[in-house]
């Protein structure tokens, strides 16, 4: 789901799956209420990681758009905390052997991707940025999937 910008609080990349739309990323500033609406699937339930805490509560804070009037929403680190597995997306993802097709980027990393792309539109950094959050949506399946949810 979002990714947030250190240097101003909005949100710089949303990027989510449906089997019928595949994956889907917006970038900021192209990123808007109405462009979010247009995009999202026709579906009943939302699957985030504390999406439920983090990011659902970003997009309607940065975008006025409460997904939740839209969609059900299951937060599986609830289902994660509930199998004893504790811990951040990665960790999980360590723990139960779903690997990434890209190497994990720090914070750092991700600010400094996002700030190269903004302020000198170099591609490779947008292309890292891109590739993290594919990884982050994409092992969100394998994670439901895992759990059986």
């Known amino acids: ?3 947030l910008s ?3 609080q909005y949100i710089t990349v949303v990027g989510f799956f449906h ?9 900021w500033p ?11 699937p026709a579906a009943e339930r939302i ?11 970003i ?13 059900k929403s299951c937060d599986l680190m ?7 597995l504790k811990g951040g997306l990665k960790a999980v993802e ?21 700030s190269r792309w903004k302020h000198y539109q170099d591609e490779e950094a947008l292309r890292r940025l891109l590739a993290y959050n594919e990884d982050d949506v994409m092992n969100l399946v394998k994670l439901r999937e895992r759990l059986g949810v």
């Not at 192209?30 to 999202?40: F, G, I, M, N, Q």
């Open 6 to 8: 250190w240097d101003r």
């Open 47 to 57: 699957f985030t990681y504390n999406g439920n805490g983090f990011d659902l509560k």
């Open 94 to 114: 360590r723990r139960l052997g779903i690997g990434r097709a890209h190497e994990p980027l720090s914070n750092y990393e991700i600010q400094n991707c996002w």
């Open 19 to 27: 089997q019928d739309t595949g994956l889907r990323q917006m970038i």
């Open 59 to 71: 997009i309607r804070s940065q975008l006025g758009l409460n997904l939740l009037d839209r969609y």
């Open 30 to 40: 192209d990123l808007s209420r109405e462009t979010l609406v247009a995009e999202l």
């Open 78 to 84: 609830y289902d994660c905390w509930s199998k004893g």
């Open 1 to 3: 789901m979002p990714g």
